[in-house]
T-cell receptor
Framework: KNQVEQSPQSLIILEGKNCTLQ??????????LRWYKQDTGRGPVSLTI?????NTKSNGRYTATLDADTKQSSLHITASQLSDSASYIC????????????FGAGTRLFVKA | ETGVTQTPRHLVMGMTNKKSLKCEQH?????MYWYKQSAKKPLELMFV???????ENNSVPSRFSPECPNSSHLFLHLHTLQPEDSALYLC???????????????FGPGTRLTVL
């Protein structure tokens, strides 16, 4: 069964600390993986997109990694800020005679002062 | 702003009302999407339009009726909704490649719908 699972479900960290969010998937054959940030009451905003051949991609203080062998991705946030408080959604696309996309349930991050 | 706008931002309607959600993208994209986001659940894809043709409909009840008059506009017509249809409805657009491989989607701010 094609699935995308994210962990933890929620996370609380202090401002200035680093954190890592996890995304495990079982889809096959893999096409690409995207991380989105969604502020409360707003639409998701793209952070990174990675294909099979890419194992790391950065966007400012956000760094995504991809291990296509173990089917795992992580999103590392460095020196967190209060504005990083949001939901982070992992999205995986795969091709089975037509492209399909599965959204993870997201990790809710709270950054405290 | 992402270049995708949605109106209204908030909507309260009764089960017998008819209303429409509007989405407009200013990015020159060729694909548009409707998603439903309920509390603590993953985004659910409802409809996909590519080059103004509906290419995907994920078994959505007929009380939701999409319309895509051109590549920049997308509507979601609502009638006889149920309280469980209350959710955040998100519109998105993307530039679909010739291969069809999904690329980054740009989302609007959403319409918060409450059905009484």
């Amino acid at each position: 069964k094609n699935q995308v699972e994210q962990s933890p479900q929620s996370l609380i960290i202090l401002e200035g600390k680093n954190c890592t969010l996890q995304c495990n998937y079982t889809v096959s054959p893999f096409s690409n993986l995207r991380w989105y940030k969604q502020d409360t009451g707003r639409g998701p905003v793209s952070l990174t997109i990675m294909t099979f051949s890419e194992n790391t991609k950065s966007n400012g203080r956000y760094t995504a990694t991809l291990d296509a062998d173990t089917k795992q991705s992580s999103l590392h946030i460095t020196a967190s800020q209060l504005s990083d408080s949001a939901s982070y959604i992992c999205v995986v696309s795969f091709n089975t005679g037509g492209f399909k996309t599965i959204f993870g349930a997201g990790t809710r991050l709270f950054v405290k002062a | 702003e992402t270049g995708v706008t949605q109106t209204p931002r908030h909507l309260v309607m009764g089960m017998t009302n008819k209303k429409s959600l509007k989405c407009e993208q200013h990015l020159g994209h060729n694909a548009m999407y409707w998603y439903k986001q309920s509390a603590k659940k993953p985004l659910e894809l409802m409809f996909v339009y590519s080059l103004e043709e509906r290419v995907e409909n994920n078994s959505v009840p007929s009380r939701f009726s999409p319309e895509c008059p051109n590549s920049s506009h997308l509507f979601l017509h609502l009638h006889t909704l149920q309280p469980e249809d209350s959710a955040l409805y998100l519109c998105a657009s993307s530039q679909e490649s010739p291969s069809g491989r999904p690329d980054t989607q740009y989302f609007g701010p959403g319409t918060r719908l409450t059905v009484l």
